[in-house]
């Protein structure tokens, strides 16, 4: 089975839709990426690590960059780096000569990474990690309340019947497409959009 029809499978298997106005970086790229494998989700469960694949969205960049945009050493990115590679979420998509060194520029392997539990994640952990640093990610990105009257925020708690949680999971997948599926305006204001529906503790 070729690669771009096993994606398509996958996606179906998620209950998500293909979407055509996925962000278009500046290399090649899978469309998307189902994210279940234990090194990948705990890969993805650290702060630092979501920063930099969320800066890899659109551009590809060298370590050398990424170090300097996060305002950390060199060496620590370039761990972290290697990290992802391995867990085969980022790749080199091009390489420059500088001087007598060659230098790598990584971009994800995918323009949308869907996360889904494994077999060996029995308790949630890994995707409740992914989750955690994901929504820690975007609430950096939120600009003040007093400078942007567009932004909304809540959490919400209820006891709601299995029906009911099922209804409300469609309405935020749709939400979701048709977020993905308005187009790209060059003239208009950077928006993101976090969603999330979930299970919670009974004492939470």
């Known amino acids: 089975m070729a690669r771009s029809e096993a994606l398509t499978q996958e996606l179906a298997k998620s209950r998500a839709t293909p979407v055509l106005n996925l962000p278009t970086p500046d290399y090649e790229a899978d469309d998307l990426l189902i994210v279940r494998e234990p090194e990948q989700l705990k890969a993805l469960g650290d702060d630092l690590r979501t920063r930099i694949v969320v800066l890899l969205r659109e551009h590809a960049h060298s370590v050398t960059e990424l170090a300097e945009t996060l305002d950390l050493p060199k ?24 001087r007598a060194l060659t230098e790598r520029y990584y971009g994800r392997t995918a323009r949308l990474f869907v ?21 820690r990610s975007a609430a950096e990105e939120i600009l003040p309340g007093d400078l942007d009257d567009r ?16 209804r409300f999971m469609r309405r935020l997948e ?9 187009p790209d305006d060059a003239e208009g204001e950077p928006f993101g959009m976090a969603l999330a529906l979930y299970r919670r503790a009974e004492d939470a």
């Open 75 to 98: 060496g620590t990115v370039a761990h972290h780096v290697k990290v992802l590679e391995k867990a085969g979420l980022v790749r080199v998509v091009r390489t420059r000569r500088v």
């Open 174 to 182: 749709k939400l979701q497409r048709d977020f993905l599926d308005t």
């Open 151 to 166: 932004t909304t925020f809540a959490v919400l708690r209820k006891r709601i019947s299995e029906d009911d949680a099922q």
């Open 115 to 135: 996360f889904k539990g494994s077999d060996e994640d029995a308790d949630g952990e890994a995707v409740r990690n992914v989750a955690a640093a994901s929504l």
